[in-house]
Structure formats: structure tokens, C-alpha cells
């Protein structure tokens, strides 16, 4: 798929075109310069056709700050892979010597530029002023207003213009999607960075680097992947300002478009608190669960190490025993495609139907081993049951009194299931019914 980079100094509505012309919010939109830090990927489709559109951060030439440095390289990163570049600026400032610049920069590429000049937000006659945006020498503007929309319709049909005409990439509701969560400097946008093999992510001994939850399409030889790398989730006591409320429900929304959730651990801290509500998000939204313990090389370990480590988190993580533990280093890249593998089998187990039948041979053994509940006289009788849906697996038992299926024995059941079929790394649903 053809890749279109949008570039430009800080607050010009890059974010805020960028989100119009994908068709959703995928990137956080403030007032605020340098919100966006990351390139952050979206599928945009014009006239049956199909292209990658990158976000980038805002472009400072000759800015000493080690964030907006590295801002700057993400955005170079992305106009040396684009195909066409957008370069945004904003009518209401006119044309700073940042724009100069980054025009400069840009035209040493080589790559077709096309220039926007946002928040011409009125409609009629064009305003004198954008005739300034001439000087730029990037052909002729073209006026657009990323909040109404106006003349994104002939930004595209630039765009087009000046794209190869080949039918689109592959459909990425096949490719298995990844969310990387976990609290502030675990360690995900290092793994992400490690398994697609460049510096796709900005990575900072910061906490609260991440903000976007972006989309990173990864070719290994374990397949194909989809890993959305997201902000850290913080305590709410500890999240001060709007852009990192914004970034938490991000990463819940994440969460929910994700297949599997890889749960970042910082082996050098341990367990902590912010750690189990992190993977409490996972386990609730049903979804296939992996922990990832990274940062093992920066342990000093000896033979039990790791084996010390795993039973205290098996005990962390009690109300989730059915995810498996791995340990990882993203700096090192040890045990990365072992990872791949498990992501593969825990969403293989996620997605996993048993036949109505094994269920309830299962269901008569169980029940026949240990006898149902009884209260004041009256036993539970379960009919039989049956698996209503996948992700995750959702089991539905009729009953003849709901209120006498205490947890613990459907506890009991949900363990004699998973000794037979396993579904590991996944959570399970139960539906109790009364017959009648």
C-alpha cells in the first residue's frame, strides 16, 4: 500500500486533517504544540482507491529539546518512506521561517510535495493572504479546513494524482491485532521498535512519552501483525492533564480493537498495583492475555530466578491464571519470536468452539466426580449446555435454580474444561439460564 506523509511545524491541524481524512479520531487533537509525537498510521480511501496516511509530529528545524530531536527524526523517518508528502500550513499565522524550512527540507527529498493551507475556514473568495503561501515555491497551495472539511476533496484527487495506480494492500481485518499495555515505561514502544526492526516509536526514559495509541504493521516470519503500542496507563491521581486523559481512553480503545493483549511487566520494579488494574482492562473486555516481562537483562539472576519470579507473579495475577508468563527483552530482543508464537496460540485459544457434545460429556463427569450445590434441601440439576460464542468463550448452562450455580463450582466446571481443551491465555464467559 502506497504510504502519503502529512508534515509540518507544530500546531498547523496536522492532527486534525489527518483524522478528517482517514474518517476517525485516531490521533489526539489539542491546542497544545506537540501533542503528537509519534507517526501514527491510518488507511485512508478515495474513489476506490487506498492509501496509508502518516500523522507525524511537528517539524523544528533547529530545536536543542531531546522530545522535539526526536520528534523531528520520526518525521524524517516518515517522509523517507512516503510516496507523497503533505505539507500543512496554517493561514492565520502565514508564512513563519519555520515554514521556510521545513519547505527547504522537504524539496531535498525528491518526492511530489503537495501544499495545504488550513483554517481557510470561510467560504467564497479566497483570502489575500494565502497568495503568500506561493513564496514557498511548492507549486500552488491548496486551501483546506481540516475542521468543515472544505477542499479535502481536491486534496485527495492531488494526492491521487500523484500516487502509482495498483490495487490496494491487504485487508487488515485478517491480520492479527496486538495492544502493548501496561503502566508508563514498561518498556512497549521499545518492543514495538524491536520487532519491526527500526525506531518506529519514540522511546524516552520520560514517563508519558507515548500518546497516541498507533497502529504498527509488523512482517515476521511468525506471520503478519498488527501491534497498536499505547500510552501508559497511570493511577488516575497521577493523570494532571487533558492530553493524558485523552491518551487512557485511547488505550482502552485499543484494547477493545485488539485480538490479544500483551500485559508489559518492568521486571527491575516487580509487580505493582497499576499493574493488575492494567490487566484487569484486558481481562474484562474478554480478550487473549499475554505477560510480558521485559527488561530480564537489567535482573541479576541466578538459576531460580526466574522460576522464584513466575510463582510470585502466578499469585499476582490469581484472578487471571489462565495467562501465560514469558520473559522478555526488548532492548536485547531475547525471546521475541517466541512471544510471536504465544500470541499466535493464545488468540487460536480465544477464538476456540467446542463442539455441544464434549461439552456436555465433560459436563456429566464433572458433575457425576463432584455432586452440584444443594440449598435447604434443593440440588442444582444442570440440563446441559452449550458454547454460545468465541472471543472469548462464552458457555451457557440451563439450570433448574440459577441462584443455587454458585461461583465456586462454576469455578469448578470451568476448570475441568480447560484441563481438556486448555484455553490458555484466554478468560471465559458463563451465562446461567433457567430452563423454563
Known sequence: MQTVAIVGRPNVGKSTLFNKLVGTRLAIVDD??????????????????????????????????????????????????????????????????????????????????????????????????FYEFYNLSLG??????????????????????????????????????VAVIGKPNAGKSSLVNALCGEERRIVSAVAGTTRDAADTRINTPQGEFIFIDTAGLRRKSRIADSIEKYSVLRAQMAIERAQVAVIMIDATEGFTEQDSKVAGLAHESGKGCVIAVNKWD?????GKTMDRLRKELMGDFAFMSYAPIIFISAKEKTRLDRLLELIKFVDSQNAMR???????EILAAATARVQPPTDKGKRLKIFYMTQ??????????????????HYSYQRYLDNQIREVFGLEGTPTRWVVRERG
Not at 492565520?92 to 521545513?102: I, L, R
Not at 537489567?298 to 541466578?302: F, P, R
Not at 467446542?354 to 456436555?360: A, C, E, Q, S, V
Open 388 to 405: 454460545a460464542s468465541t472471543r472469548p468463550p462464552t458457555f451457557v448452562c440451563f439450570v433448574n435454580k440459577a441462584d443455587l450455580f
Open 298 to 302: 537489567a535482573v541479576e539472576k541466578d
Open 140 to 177: 500552488d497551495p491548496i486551501p483546506v479546513s481540516s475542521v468543515h472539511g472544505h477542499g479535502t476533496g481536491d486534496l485527495l484527487d492531488a494526492i491521487l494524482e500523484h500516487l502509482p495506480n495498483e490495487n490496494g494492500g491487504d485487508d487488515e481485518e485478517d491480520i492479527l491485532r
Open 354 to 360: 467446542i463442539p455441544t457434545g464434549r461439552l456436555n
Open 32 to 129: 497544545t504544540p506537540g501533542v503528537t509525537r509519534d507517526r501514527l498510521y491510518g488507511v485512508c480511501e478515495w474513489l476506490n482507491r487506498r492509501f496509508l496516511l502518516v500523522d507525524t509530529g511537528g517539524i523544528e528545524p533547529f530545536a536543542g529539546d531531546e522530545m522535539l530531536i526526536s520528534m523531528r527524526e520520526q518525521a524524517q523517518i516518515a517522509i523517507e518512506s512516503a510516496s507523497v508528502i503533505v505539507m500543512v500550513t496554517d493561514i492565520k499565522s502565514g508564512v513563519v521561517a519555520t515554514d521556510t524550512e521545513v519547505a527547504q527540507l522537504l524539496q531535498k527529498s525528491g518526492k511530489p510535495i503537495i501544499l495545504a493551507v488550513n483554517k481557510c475556514d470561510g467560504v467564497g473568495d479566497t483570502p489575500n493572504e
